[in-house]
């Protein structure tokens, strides 16, 4: 079972799901809107966190909100995985709003 932290009061939580891989692992990350120079990735045990900030880049002077929906803020999430992530090879991309890390586990073939 995948452990998630807590809020710790942050304005928003980015969603994830994670997938077992034949190497490995894919965690996917909802992260829609955030420029990926914004993003931290960092693992230590079992745990991955990913960290960053979503900014409003299309609001200008004079610009005024009616409805606001989309938290724009810090956000920081911790996922706890059934390997050790800190011995796995890591790779990260950007793809349609996603943050993907796939996480090969040494020794797999």
Request: aromatic share 10%.
């Amino acid at each position: 079972m995948f452990l998630f932290d807590e809020l710790r009061g942050l304005d928003w939580f980015p969603r994830a799901d994670i997938y077992r891989t034949p190497s490995g692992w894919l965690v996917k990350i909802d992260l829609a809107g955030v420029s990926p120079d914004e993003v931290t990735v960092e693992r230590r045990g079992s745990e991955l966190r990913v960290s960053g900030v979503r900014r409003d880049r299309f609001v200008q002077k004079g610009y005024r909100h009616h409805s606001m929906e989309i938290s724009y803020s810090s956000f920081e999430r911790t996922l706890r995985l059934p390997c050790r992530a800190e011995e796995c090879s890591l790779r990260t991309e950007f793809a349609e709003g996603m943050l993907l890390i796939t996480l090969d586990e040494e020794g797999e073939p």
